[in-house]
């Protein structure tokens, strides 16, 4: 990650209000830290509090990291820790604590709306979540960005957590979020706005029409078209005289009929302007899909302070002094797999530079698989070390409770992740690939993988007519679920035969 530079050796530049604090000087002197006017001789500009706009300008001009004066001096006393202290001895935090009107993710706090609107992520999304390190760390990369007002890329493969790491954060703090699922053919138009009849299509009372209709049947001057008069009477006698009401289509025919006017085009605003005025969150899912033109548009909102201009519409100009203000909850997201991938594009670098935090998300290994799977059986989080301090998020509850009854299931736990993470090396990428090397895109095994094969466990084991307790009945089931999600999706009988070989050599499959 980027953003991680604090060292004990450091030089600083102090910015903003940072006198209204007493000691700080002492205390960073204390530390070793050299203090320095010049931002081009500083690692990092300090400040107290979140930084004025034109900190931050000079900050990025400077290309330097702004950070908190008490965050950077508590990273250098667990860095002091870290090295004088053997591990166990590390202090304890929980790794999500939640106030009113704050929530701190290991060490970054951020203010927390209690009353969220309705694109906000329940909670009911994060069920089976597990607050691994990469979870954690990806969460905190996107906490920085929110506290600083700076747009955050996250690139990793495919379920590395990227979108719902986002979709977590906007949950915790009470933001809407809107996703912008990008492709090849997503133009402006989804992202800026596009013209649609104002007002939408007349509204025709067919009751109105009906009494006109009958009030003026002797007289020939005044009369409907026979067709307008057929459409009304039809819809009236719909729902055995109750009416209903006209189709788009039928509109359409009675005003081309009547000649009526046509209504005037306007411009609906996309779900950017939506987002700047109401301070939602906005993810550009898989942004190097998209063309490079429709990305650029964006470019004023990855700004800071952002701004924007409609050119459609009626020019309405958000941020920078025009008609419409930012509104201060607003913030940009954007998710990325490799450009490895099939249809990937690598990012110009300066349009990556554009997004001024980013993090590259690892594929959770064997150790996460483990510890998900243990989230999901018996509700426990794993121990996160950041910073010198053990983080912990709070117990869950057991997605499976009947599975944790069954005999030997933390060593089947543990079979299944080393199976997994073994498949997942022999599928991935680079020379060692042995699974699908003769493919032009690759197999995936994923966290989707494992938790639809632990679906299937659960609902196996929990049949009403033969619940299942023996160990040796579920390793039966287990060997059937990843014969099923793991081995019959590959083409080739040669990869089929290495997964049967993984399964063997993790102890999840009996010889035959
Ligand atoms: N830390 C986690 N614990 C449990 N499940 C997770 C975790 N992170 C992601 N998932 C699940 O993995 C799947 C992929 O996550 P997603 O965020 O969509 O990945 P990405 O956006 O990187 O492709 C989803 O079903 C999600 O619920
Ligand atoms: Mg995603």
């Known amino acids: 990650m980027e953003t991680e530079t604090v060292e004990s050796s450091g030089t600083v530049t102090l910015r903003g209000r940072w006198k209204d604090k007493p000691g700080v000087v002492e205390r960073l002197e204390e530390a070793g830290i050299t203090i320095v006017k010049s931002a081009s001789s500083a690692d990092v500009f300090l400040v107290e509090g979140t930084p004025a706009q034109y900190i931050v300008n000079q900050a990025r001009r400077a290309n330097k990291e702004v950070l908190d004066i008490e965050v950077y001096l508590a990273g250098l006393s667990v860095l002091e820790n870290a090295q004088a202290a053997p591990m166990v001895d590390f202090p304890r935090r929980s790794a999500i604590e939640v106030g009113d009107g704050w929530v701190r993710i290991l060490d970054i706090t951020l203010a927390r709306n209690n009353d969220p609107g309705p694109l906000c992520p329940p909670a009911s999304r994060f069920a089976s979540f597990t607050f691994d390190s990469p979870t954690l760390l990806a969460a905190r990369t996107i906490a920085l960005g929110v506290r600083y007002g700076l747009p955050v890329l996250l690139e990793g493969e495919t379920a590395t957590a990227k979108t719902s790491a986002i979709r977590w954060v906007a949950h915790l703090t009470g933001n809407q979020l809107t996703r912008i699922n990008l492709n090849g053919q997503t133009d402006t138009s989804e992202l800026v706005g596009r013209y649609v009849p104002s007002g939408g299509l007349p509204e025709i009372d067919i009751w109105a029409y009906k009494a006109f209709i009958e009030e003026n049947a002797d007289d020939s001057g005044v009369n409907l078209s026979p067709e307008t008069e057929a459409l009304i009477l039809k819809a009236c006698a719909a729902n055995e005289g109750r009416g209903r009401p006209l189709t788009q ?75 419409v203000p930012v509104h201060g909850d607003f913030r940009m997201f954007a998710t990325m797999n490799p450009a490895s991938y099939a249809g990937r594009t690598a990012l110009s670098p300066a349009y990556r530079d554009r997004w001024r935090l980013s993090s590259f998300l690892t594929s959770p290994g064997e150790r996460e698989m483990h510890q998900m799977l243990r989230r999901l059986v018996f509700g426990e989080q794993p121990e996160v070390i950041w910073r010198g301090v053990v983080y912990q998020a709070d117990a869950g509850e057991s997605l499976y409770p009947e599975l944790k009854e069954v005999e030997g299931i933390d060593e089947l736990l543990r079979k299944l992740s080393v199976f997994h993470a073994s498949v997942c090396a022999a599928a991935g990428s680079g020379g060692s690939a042995s699974i699908g090397r003769t493919r032009r895109e690759r197999y995936t095994f994923t966290r989707r993988t494992m938790l639809a094969a632990m679906d299937l466990l659960g609902r196996l084991t929990t049949e009403p007519e033969k619940p299942v307790t023996g160990a040796a009945d579920v390793a039966t089931i287990i060997e059937d679920i990843l014969e099923a999600l793991y081995v019959s999706r590959l083409q080739d009988q040669a990869d089929q035969q290495s997964v049967r070989t993984a399964m063997r050599a993790a102890g999840l499959a009996q010889e035959r």
Do not use: C, K, S
Not at 255 to 266: F, K
Not at 299 to 313: A, C, F, Y
């Open 249 to 323: 289509v039928e509109v359409q025919q009675i005003m081309a009929n009547e000649t009526l006017q046509q209504p005037q085009w306007g411009f609906l605003e996309g779900a950017v302007p939506r987002a700047l005025r109401e301070g939602h969150w906005v993810i550009l899912d898989e942004v190097n899909l998209a063309e490079a033109q429709v990305l650029e548009r964006l470019n004023p909102v990855l700004e800071n302070p952002p701004t924007m201009v409609l050119t459609e519409g009626h020019g309405t100009r958000f941020g920078g002094g025009g008609g």
